[in-house]
């Protein structure tokens, strides 16, 4: 990482899978990490202090949703991203493409930019490369990320490579624009599910000068298993020296085989968004607290949680009184499913660290897998969560 | 106080206002004091260790709708409602009946109870006294309340002697009826706003076995000044050596004037319904977040606060950022307005012990109402809390 006050260290080695430790000014994160998303400059339902209590070590803020409210140069007046949103560790924050992509309305690409009326009220905007890193200077966080033409999943070969091109001439626009200060920058590679176009774009954008490299256009409408087979091949291939991030991905399993395959970053609003569903992530799979078993269950969520959400604290959060307050459409149960859901991911990112430190990752992880799908109350514990477009709200 | 395990004891005095210790099998509270409202197993948006943290010594729950939902015998089955809900200081139920006469279709009223259709699905029910000891006896709350006839504000006199009248009738049964082990149980006066008619119900009530005594039937739709003339004129007449609770109100002006009056005990849903709505209770009169002065605010709600909604913790949280989430209807904008209201109450209160205790309760109460209208953001503190009917939800 050429930016001063960043480092990346690869740690232990297990297949493609590693561990590692990315410093930035704010803080020392051990990958593979998670990375919860503070949509609108919260976790949704958390404060910054339960997002601390799961041990996250970097969130990540939409640079879309800040830029329209309250507007970035706000942000800056209320002290930056840290101060106005209370958190002390790293942040990063997206381009904004991908939400203009997925939206906004009335969007025109062209080569310098995209135009497009806001979701809020309509307003016309425009983002172009030179823009997006202004407003993330403005914003403030450790990382920003380039800004990208993110294509449906399900687009053609040429319509994707066309984003290739584009992103490619953004990336060197957004390298050269004048960033913040102890502010790193990584680059996007696009190329859907072809593996030919994800190895082609990768080596243009490895060879800037990024502070590290990311995977986009994945999760966006394509299926689990070409998601999977697309970062499998390419994930191991990114640059070693450099953190390697895969975006808006973030179910167990995805977040599992993606480690795998040699990631250290993921995002994605899976765990909040499930909490407020109703649904909580356990090591035995999905727990659908509204249905009529846990009506009268004296116990938590899940034993094997050390969270507040289940474990010490004011006593256990029955997942009677979590059904009843959630049937009630009470907020303390969103919240406490949000938190556990949030703590989960982070024991599941912290296990995985173990597992490849131990040199069992392969075992771990098809272990793990196997007794989430053999839980009572689960289906595949993936599917729903790669559906749709889990970073849209 | 009859009940074994509990009792209360006078401390200072200062004109009709009073201090008092009232101790319970979960807690020792100081009055006068403010009851936080758990309507359906928690205090709106807030957890069972946030409330703690406001100091809080007991909470209230609402008998008809737990009994609704979940029912009264799944809330025993997971451990009764201080287990279920995490609480672990004094709790007090309402008796069910002002919920079945606010929020339930087609009742009908005859001298033995209260048919009604559930507001949740329509069903039939029958609220009895018996029914609504019995059901208060699972709950299992510290203090359980008499089932009474509430009937709306500007009820004619007849209409009210005869709610008083049903009422004492009930009063007795409900005295007669098994209750929960260390279990008190307080009587409630009717009368609307007539102080002839409130005194000789009073008298009716006062000289049956009942741990405590109640003002019902107030903050229903009469006037502001109706209602603080009726405890003014009532309030100290109260049996002396018993706690005195005035239900269902809860302004920063009605708190200290029924403190003022020889109240000990307020409960209302003000502070957390007002936090939902973006409003903030402060020494200098209320605080409507959304407003667009609040934008480049950095300061806290209030710089008196010494909740960690405003101070300590992990940094302010800045009226600009309360804004901003609120406007994006982002969740911790409630949480933290919620809280603040239920710690600025709490600590109102503690600052009356404290005038009562220095013999200065009425130059306290003159000169807070006085900033408290003062304060650049406010219209009257009060008149807002009181309209309608704060209790409903």
Request: aromatic share 6%; glycine share 12%.
């Amino acid at each position: 990482m050429n930016t001063p006050g960043f480092s990346f260290t690869q740690g232990a080695t297990d297949g493609y899978a590693r561990t590692g430790t990315l410093v930035t000014p704010h803080a020392t994160v051990e990958t593979p990490t998670f990375m919860p998303v503070g949509t609108q400059g919260s976790v949704k339902g958390i404060t910054a202090e339960e997002v601390l209590s799961t041990d996250a070590g970097i969130v990540l803020g939409n640079t879309y949703h800040l830029w329209l409210r309250p507007g970035a140069e706000v942000v800056r007046a209320l002290g930056g991203l840290h101060t106005f949103s209370r958190w002390p560790r790293a942040m990063l924050t997206d381009s904004g493409g991908f939400q203009v992509f997925s939206l906004s309305k009335l969007r025109t690409i062209d080569d310098d930019g995209v135009t497009f009326r806001s979701h809020l009220d309509g307003s016309l905007k425009r983002l172009t490369p030179e823009e997006s890193i202004r407003v993330q200077a403005q914003l403030g966080a450790d990382i920003a990320m380039a800004f990208d033409e993110c294509p449906p999943g399900k687009a053609d070969r040429d319509t994707i490579r066309k984003a290739m091109n584009r992103t490619t001439a953004w990336a060197k626009r957004c390298l050269a624009a004048p960033r913040g200060e102890r502010q790193a920058l990584f680059g996007i590679v696009q190329g859907g599910i072809h593996e030919d176009l994800r190895h082609e774009h990768l080596a243009a954008i490895a060879e800037m000068p990024f502070d590290g490299v990311a995977l986009g256009g994945l999760s966006v409408g394509e299926s689990v298993e070409d998601m999977h087979r697309t970062f499998d091949a390419i994930g191991h291939t990114m640059p070693a020296e450099r953190p390697r991030y895969l975006m808006g991905v973030g179910t167990p399993r995805d977040l599992l085989v993606g480690s795998l395959a040699g990631i250290d970053m993921f995002d994605c609003v899976l765990p909040t968004r499930n909490g407020r569903n109703g649904q909580a992530l356990t090591w035995n799979g999905r727990v659908n607290i509204k249905q009529m078993r846990n009506k009268f269950d004296t116990g938590p969520i899940d034993p094997k949680c050390t969270g507040l959400c289940c474990n010490g604290g004011g006593g256990v959060y029955s997942r009677g009184y979590l059904r009843h307050l959630y049937v009630s459409g009470e907020i303390v149960a969103l919240r406490v499913l949000s938190l556990h859901n949030l703590h989960f991911l982070a024991e599941l990112m912290r296990a995985m660290r173990a597992a490849i430190r131990e040199g069992r990752a392969q075992a771990f992880v098809k272990d793990t897998l196997e007794q989430m799908r053999l839980g009572d109350q689960v289906g595949p514990v993936d599917e729903k969560g790669a559906k749709g477009d889990p970073r849209r709200k």
